[in-house]
């Protein structure tokens, strides 16, 4: 069973300009998550689907972070523009389900550097 | 809300000696914990979980950890590690009925020959 993919691995760009990262879950995966890990930190939610409705986005700063998951499957998440603290590994998960007691799969994340 | 503190960034330890890493939480509710675990150049992996019942769990590698509710504690042991048990691990948790997972900031294993 294939795992949690994700692309790129890792991106180097400058300052304001526009970034997308790609994640396509564990097939029958209906939720999946798009954290943000800082050096040294743990994983922190970003935004969570279940199927292609973002039910949790609290965490994501809307003024130049946007999801989609179009057609509940796949899901990218975009940064425009990127400014320096968004330095950052990006990690998607997914689980069978939505419960908060579900184990989740995780990708090995796109580690994003912005000069 | 929920919390959780992982006292140690990093652990050293020589090959076959035991380890400990210590995972704290703060809730006022039930909770589900977690250690996920991350070898390098790899995604989190789930180690072991306790949801209820018996308050010591298992993994399949030989880890163990222990439910304590008065110490509001879930810390992971081993009694001999291995230089492949070097890796980030996380301890994790979430609130019966809510639905987020809150992860603590990690320790490094560090298995030394």
């Known amino acids: 069973e294939a795992g949690v993919v994700q692309s790129p691995r890792y991106k180097i760009i400058e300052k304001k300009q526009p970034v997308a990262f790609w994640c396509n879950p564990i097939?029958?995966?209906?939720?999946l998550y798009w954290y943000l890990q800082n050096l040294g930190q743990g994983p922190e939610l970003l935004i969570r689907?279940?199927?292609?409705?973002?039910?949790?986005d609290s965490q994501l700063p809307k003024d130049r972070f946007s999801a989609e998951r179009l057609k509940g499957v796949d899901s990218t998440l975009k940064i425009q523009p990127a400014e320096l603290g968004d330095s950052a590994v990006y990690l998607c998960a997914s689980s069978f389900g939505g419960g908060n007691y579900n184990e989740q799969f995780f990708g090995p994340g796109t580690r994003l550097t912005v000069l | 809300a929920q919390s959780v503190t992982q006292l140690d960034s990093q652990v050293p330890v020589f090959e076959e000696a035991p380890v400990e890493l210590r995972c704290n939480y703060s809730?006022?509710?039930?909770?589900?914990l977690f250690w996920y675990v991350q070898y390098p150049n790899q995604g989190l992996q789930l180690l072991l979980k306790y949801l209820s019942g018996s308050t010591l769990v298992e993994s399949i590698n030989g880890f163990e950890a222990e439910f304590n509710k008065s110490q509001t504690s879930f810390h992971l042991r081993k009694p001999s590690v291995h230089i492949s048990d070097t890796a980030e691990y996380f301890c994790a948790v979430s609130e019966a009925g809510g639905f987020k997972t809150i992860f603590g900031a990690g320790t490094r294993l560090f298995v030394k020959a």
């Open positions: 689907y279940e199927n292609e409705e973002a039910v949790d």
């Open positions: 809730s006022s509710v039930s909770v589900y």
């Open positions: 097939s029958g995966h209906n939720t």
